[in-house]
């Protein structure tokens, strides 16, 4: 049987929500059932930056190693942690690679500050033009499958194929200019650059939609919450000067 990893990143001074760790819970329990079409793994990664943490989930951390081919795992799916779904969403976008011709498909959702919008779209003429002015409408009437230039991986499914065909890093952050003007491309924005430029089809199933839970509350930050931040940046320190005294050695 195939296996699913599903990959949740987060920002370290942030935490895997507790609608997404629920929605979690549920797929571990239909796995030990046996009621999924795929064995299944679960990984987390707490960094500094998403774009790290989804380079780590896909290759368990071996960012030295420019061009892997071997996986443990046939799919990696990726969830916001800040996202809920059921059992159903996932397994929908699994069939649906099992039987198009492709190796990425999409789930939707609402972006931040746009709430009338699904987090699809297509690039500008330029290519590079911020794509929010592009996104899918929330009420679109045509929700069939179909092709997009770009997704925030919200909740993205990715076949390993596509590792093994783009260099490393898969995901990563960029600056780019047009005019006069500089645009900020996210990593996930760019992952979707670098499909297209590989001729690599990017499915939407705007059927298939996922729960956005936005950002904590004032009131949710409390001071345990504040010394838990405190030490992550300690220990972040404490990393950052040890790996330089070993290369001054």
Sequence with gaps: MKVLRVAIPYPNHSD????????????????QKGQLPFDLQI???QCSRVSLGRNDLINDGQSYKKNQSEFPYDRILFID?????????????????????????????NPRNFL????VGSFGDDGYTTPMDRMVNSDIENKDLTCVD???AAFLLIDTEVFRTMEYPWFE???????????SIGEDVMFCH????????????LNNFVTHHFDIK???????????????AIEAIDRTEQLMTELCR
């Design 173 to 183: 952050e960029s600056y780019i200019s047009i005019g006069d003007e500089v645009h």
């Design 43 to 45: 990984k987390t990664a």
């Design 16 to 31: 895997i929500t507790e609608p997404c760790k629920k929605s979690v819970y549920k797929l571990i329990e239909a796995s």
């Design 194 to 205: 670098k499909l297209k430029k590989l001729n690599i089809p990017l499915l939407a199933d």
């Design 116 to 119: 009338d919008k699904l987090n």
């Design 81 to 109: 942690a800040d996202q809920s779904f059921e059992v159903e969403n996932v397994v929908t976008l699994w069939n649906a690679l099992e039987v198009k011709d492709s190796k990425i498909i999409t789930g939707v959702t």
């Design 218 to 232: 004032p009131s949710d930050i409390t001071q345990q919450k504040i010394d838990q931040w405190k030490k992550h």
């Design 150 to 152: 770009w997704c925030g």
